[in-house]
């Protein structure tokens, strides 16, 4: 399909390993302004009570991506084909001061939405996603598709801190960015501060699927449950590193074992395929943790395969005028 949409630099003109280094090998570009999907780096882990580390996760998610390659394998999409994606870089980032930090990300995530692009961004710890939805939920809250083995709705940290990465999700229910009737959260498990932890969320609604019911019913009876919940209606999708067992994602700020295989991951998302999405995110990779780069090689891969469902999302919502 010829068109004017940005290309990957193509592997068998420059290799791999040189060059600079960018999302997929896309375009490095100054704004969104022109693209249907902006590549953004958020490199901020403010939000980290303990192993931090996710604020290297976007260069070397960006390093591993050169291995992606342009058509997928099993729905044989080619993103670069039906949808105008590049790099827009990285977010501004305040590493020393959180509130500023937060607002620093909804700004930039608020100019991509400006533009008229959807964002897809790499973490970052898992707070750097509040400020993404107080950018793409400003005219209405959204659904929400979460693929963690957290739940990250606790309420306070250390005394009275309300911003954490175990925070985000009560966060954003309580400020209208998110409707907590069409959450749904996958993969959930390890142990938990107290027995009610999750009382909360689950009595504003949310969804809670543990790890235990998603090995007993699959992967397609699960998405098919996550789908009929956020129907048609936008949808953010944010997807922890974390959700996947660590022996297989080793790098990241709290690993729990018991977690998906790599491939259930990979069949997750493909059930994605089209959802009305406002945007989506991996986050929680940590370099300093991993091992021979295999997690930043898996936070590059999923980004992939939502970078390929939100594509075939957008050029059908665009056939259908």
């Known amino acids: 399909m010829e068109n004017s949409f940005h290309q990957p630099v193509d592997a068998a003109q420059v290799p791999r390993f040189a060059g600079l280094s960018t999302f997929m090998r896309l375009p490095a570009v100054p704004s969104a302004k022109g693209l249907d999907i902006a590549l953004v780096g958020i490199p901020w882990d403010g939000g980290t009570t303990n192993r931090a580390g996710a604020r290297h996760g976007p260069r070397e998610i960006r390093n591993q991506s050169s291995l992606m390659r342009r058509v997928h394998h099993v729905s044989g999409t080619e993103p670069f084909s039906i949808a105008n994606i590049a790099?827009?870089?990285?977010?501004?980032?305040?590493?020393?001061?959180?509130?500023?930090?937060?607002k620093r990300i909804e700004d930039g995530i608020a100019a991509i939405v400006a533009d008229g692009a959807l964002p897809l961004a790499a973490g970052g710890d898992h707070l750097t996603t509040l400020p993404v939805l107080r950018a793409v939920a400003r005219k209405r809250p959204v659904g929400m598709i979460h693929?963690?083995?957290?739940?990250?709705?606790?309420?306070?940290?250390f005394g009275d801190n309300p911003y954490t990465h175990g925070t985000p999700f009560r966060r954003a229910i309580e400020e209208g960015l998110l409707d907590p009737k069409r959450i749904v959260q996958i993969g959930i498990r390890g142990s938990i501060y107290e027995p009610g932890e999750h009382d909360w969320a689950t009595a504003q609604g949310?969804?809670?699927i543990y790890m235990e019911e998603f090995v007993r019913r699959g992967v397609a009876s699960v998405m098919q449950e996550a789908r009929d919940l956020v129907g048609n209606s936008p949808t953010y999708v944010t997807f922890d590193i974390d959700c996947i067992d660590p022996s297989m994602a080793p790098g990241t700020g709290t690993p729990e074992i018991g977690g998906f295989t790599t491939r259930e991951a990979q069949e997750l998302v493909r059930f994605l395929d089209g959802l009305n999405f406002v945007g989506a995110d991996v986050v929680e990779v940590a370099p300093p943790f991993d091992v021979g780069g295999m997690t930043a090689l898996v936070g590059a891969t999923m980004m992939f395969e939502l970078l390929c469902v939100m594509a075939r999302s957008l050029a059908d919502r665009r056939a259908q005028g």
Request: net charge negative.
């Open 147 to 157: 693929f963690d083995a957290h739940s990250d709705t606790n309420d306070r940290y």
């Open 87 to 102: 790099d827009v870089g990285d977010v501004s980032v305040n590493p020393i001061n959180l509130l500023d930090g937060l």
């Open 206 to 208: 949310v969804r809670i």
